[in-house]
């Protein structure tokens, strides 16, 4: 059964700092994964989405990585704003169609 | 652009109470679920649906039934609905025949409250 965790589960940080989050999962027999962004009482907002084939992905400010045989995914976040501040959840999907959340990063950036 | 909505935000109901939750996507996706959200359990998956009137059991389904009569909608049903169901609830939908295929759209959530 695939698991997924965060590390940290939560972080401060300045604004304007460089930041990654990790996200590790146990079975590296995914299809691909996703990062999503969640603003507290809201739903989820995906921000990138990793095929297994690819190894980065990237949007903005926001840069997605995938090491399928390490079982490793990280998010980097560029010159990181009072505005990125929510939580970060990474997602595998597996051949069931099904994703599988971590417990997210909660990220606050202080002005 | 993408749309899951949800029927409602917030939703007070009483303990013994039939419950519906209805979820509504414009995207033409075959798959929709239905997720729940508590805090230190993080999203759990209730049930999900890969075609119309196809339903198939997720991590929790207990207390819970669904319903997917068209394709755009799936509504999740408490059939009587206890405290402990008290939480959030999200709605997601996906298409497999998409470049980007799989990947999974909210809606806003609905914050349900069982007294």
């Known amino acids: 059964k695939q698991e997924v965790t965060q590390i940290p589960a939560a972080l401060s940080v300045p604004e304007g700092e460089n930041l990654v989050l990790n996200c590790s999962f146990t079975?590296?027999?995914?299809?691909?994964l996703q990062w999503f962004r969640q603003d507290p009482g809201k739903g989820l907002t995906s921000l990138l989405l990793?095929?297994?084939?690819?190894r980065e992905q990237t949007s903005g400010r926001l840069n997605a990585s995938l090491d399928k045989s390490s079982g490793r995914s990280t998010l980097y976040i560029a010159a990181s704003q009072p505005g990125d501040s929510a939580t970060y959840l990474c997602?595998?999907?597996?051949?069931?169609?099904?994703?599988?959340f971590g417990k997210g990063t909660k990220l606050t950036v202080n002005p | 652009d993408v749309k899951v909505t949800q029927s409602s935000r917030y939703l007070v109901k009483r303990t013994g109470e039939k419950v519906f939750l209805e979820c509504v996507q414009d995207?033409?996706?075959?798959?929709m679920f239905w997720y729940r959200q508590d805090p230190g359990l993080g999203l759990r998956l209730i049930y999900f649906?890969?075609?119309?009137?196809?339903?198939e059991k997720g991590d929790i389904p207990e207390g819970y039934s669904v319903s997917r009569e068209k394709k755009e909608r799936f509504s999740l049903i408490l059939e009587s609905a206890s405290t402990n169901q008290t939480s959030m609830y999200l709605c997601?939908?996906?298409?497999?025949?998409?470049?980007?295929?799989?990947?999974?759209?909210f809606g806003p959530g609905t914050r349900l409250t069982v007294t």
């Open positions: 997601a939908s996906s298409c497999p025949r998409l470049a980007s295929s799989y990947e999974q759209y």
């Open positions: 079975d590296s027999a995914i299809y691909n």
């Open positions: 990793i095929q297994s084939s690819q």
């Open positions: 997602a595998p999907l597996g051949g069931s169609e099904k994703l599988v």
């Open positions: 995207m033409d996706h075959e798959n």
């Open positions: 649906s890969y075609d119309v009137k196809m339903k």
